[in-house]
C-alpha cells in the first residue's frame, strides 16, 4: 500500500513569512495526526483529527498555526507568521483508528528552516 | 503529566555487539508502551509495543519487556548490525482519554562493520 505523502520535503523561509504544508494518509485511515520535531527531541503532538473533526488540538499554536481536513482526506498545516522557534520537522501520520489498537504510520515529514 | 526518559546518545557500536537502550516513564492509569525507528532518510516505524506488564515486545531481533514496578521498557538487541543504525524512540499512550502518543527525545544509535 502506498505509504503517508508528505509535500515539500524541505521548505525556507523567513521570520514573518507564511508556510504551508500537505499531507496525504493512507487510504481508509480515518485519523490524521501533526506532529513537530525539534532538532534533538522527540514529536510532539500538534493536532489530531478523526475524519474531518478536531479530537486535540491542545499543543497547536493556535495564534499562529492552523490545520484543516477537508473531506476527511487530505490535510494541510499553516504557520503564518512563522518565527525562528519554528525551525523544525514536520510529521504527518495516519491511523485506521485509535493508537492502542492501530499503528500511526508516518511520512517523510517536512524540514523547515526559518532565518 | 505522562513523560518518557530515554538515555541519552549518540551511541557508536560495534557489529554483533550487545545494545541496551534503556527507557523509563511516567504515566496516570495504564500506558501502552511503544519502540519507534528512524532510519536514515525514512519516517518513523513502529518497531515494537506492549500493552499490558509483563508483556514482552519483539521484532528484528529487538525485545522490551514492559516493568511496571520499575517503570521501564527497556530495549534491547543480542547482535545489533549496521543496518540497525537508526535513531530509536521510546513512546507511551495512556489507555482511555485522548489517547496521545508521548515520545521520548531519541536515541541516534551508529554500528560500525
Known amino acids: 500500500e502506498a505509504g503517508v505523502a508528505q509535500s515539500p520535503r524541505y521548505k525556507i523561509i523567513e521570520k514573518r513569512q507564511s508556510v504551508a504544508f500537505w499531507c496525504n494518509p493512507i487510504?481508509?485511515?480515518?485519523?490524521l495526526y501533526w506532529y513537530q520535531q525539534i532538532l534533538g527531541q522527540g514529536p510532539k503532538l500538534l493536532i489530531q483529527?478523526?475524519?474531518?473533526?478536531?479530537?486535540?488540538d491542545s499543543q497547536l499554536p493556535k495564534d499562529r498555526f492552523s490545520a484543516e481536513r477537508l473531506k476527511g482526506v487530505d490535510s494541510t498545516l499553516k504557520i503564518q507568521p512563522a518565527k525562528l522557534e519554528d525551525s523544525a520537522v514536520y510529521l504527518c501520520?495516519?491511523?485506521?483508528?485509535?493508537?492502542?489498537?492501530?499503528?500511526?504510520?508516518f511520512g517523510n515529514g517536512t524540514r523547515l528552516t526559518v532565518t | 503529566g505522562n513523560s518518557v526518559t530515554q538515555m541519552e546518545g549518540p551511541v557508536t557500536l560495534s557489529e554483533e555487539a550487545f545494545l541496551t537502550i534503556n527507557c523509563t516513564y511516567t504515566?496516570?492509569?495504564?500506558?501502552?508502551l511503544f519502540w519507534y525507528v528512524q532510519y536514515p532518510g525514512e519516517g518513523l516505524q513502529l518497531l515494537l509495543k506492549?500493552?499490558?506488564?509483563?508483556d514482552k515486545g519483539s521484532n528484528k531481533g529487538f525485545e522490551a519487556t514492559y516493568r511496571k514496578e520499575t517503570t521501564s521498557f527497556h530495549l534491547e538487541k543480542g547482535s545489533v548490525q549496521v543496518s540497525d543504525s537508526a535513531v530509536y524512540f521510546c513512546?507511551?499512550?495512556?489507555?482511555?482519554?485522548?489517547?496521545?502518543?508521548?515520545f521520548g527525545k531519541g536515541m541516534k544509535l551508529t554500528v560500525n562493520p
Open positions: 501520520a495516519s491511523s485506521l483508528g485509535s493508537q492502542n489498537n492501530s499503528p500511526l504510520h
Open positions: 487510504s481508509g485511515h480515518a485519523t
Open positions: 483529527f478523526q475524519n474531518n473533526g478536531v479530537v486535540d
Open positions: 504515566a496516570t492509569g495504564y500506558p501502552s
Open positions: 506492549a500493552t499490558k506488564a509483563d
Open positions: 513512546a507511551l499512550v495512556t489507555q482511555g482519554g485522548s489517547e496521545k502518543l508521548v
